[in-house]
């Protein structure tokens, strides 16, 4: 890529990408992010910083606290986006937790902000309700798929 073009990630966004590498594999992170494996393996070895804006939408819809605008919001708003969901499908936390295939007490906690989920929960939380993750946590104001 020519020098000027695309994003230039920050070393906190390389972390929170080398932080999901954490919990899935390089195929797994492709299908999540819709990134190339071979772009996540040259972020991950230090080769490459910089990004397409594309690929980086993609790491900002789909990886939790990858976005800088995710660190403006206000925390409060982003949990709020799960029982908002919820309640827009009229169920109750019991079934949310019964259908999503989550325990009750991490949904609770999690909507009253005592627990942060790993991003596996968020994930599941994300394709439950069908919306990106991003969304979920406030990273975004993009909703849909």
Same mark, same amino acid.
């Given at each position: 890529m020519k020098e000027g073009l695309g994003v230039e990630l920050t070393d906190r966004q390389i972390q929170v990408i080398k932080d999901h590498k954490e919990s899935y594999s390089f195929k797994e !992170?492709?299908? !999540? #992010? %819709? @990134? #190339? &494996?071979? @772009? !996540?393996? &040259?972020i991950c070895n230090g080769d490459r910083k910089r990004v397409s804006k594309v690929t980086y939408a993609r790491f900002a819809n789909t990886l939790y606290h990858f976005d800088? $605008?995710? #660190? %403006?919001?206000?925390? !409060?708003?982003? @949990?709020? &986006? @799960? $029982?908002e969901l919820r309640e827009e499908l009229g169920l109750t936390d019991q079934q949310l937790a019964e259908q999503a295939g989550i325990g009750i007490k991490l949904i609770r906690s999690v909507e009253n902000q005592y627990n942060e989920p790993s991003p596996a929960t968020w994930q599941k939380l994300a394709d439950f309700f069908g919306v990106w993750v991003g969304y979920l946590v406030g990273a975004t104001d993009r909703r849909v798929r």
């Amino acid at each position: 890529m020519k020098e000027g073009l695309g994003v230039e990630l920050t070393d906190r966004q390389i972390q929170v990408i080398k932080d999901h590498k954490e919990s899935y594999s390089f195929k797994e !992170l492709t299908e !999540l #992010t %819709g @990134v #190339t &494996r071979n @772009v !996540l393996f &040259r972020i991950c070895n230090g080769d490459r910083k910089r990004v397409s804006k594309v690929t980086y939408a993609r790491f900002a819809n789909t990886l939790y606290h990858f976005d800088k $605008s995710y #660190t %403006g919001k206000n925390e !409060l708003e982003a @949990v709020n &986006r @799960v $029982s908002e969901l919820r309640e827009e499908l009229g169920l109750t936390d019991q079934q949310l937790a019964e259908q999503a295939g989550i325990g009750i007490k991490l949904i609770r906690s999690v909507e009253n902000q005592y627990n942060e989920p790993s991003p596996a929960t968020w994930q599941k939380l994300a394709d439950f309700f069908g919306v990106w993750v991003g969304y979920l946590v406030g990273a975004t104001d993009r909703r849909v798929r």
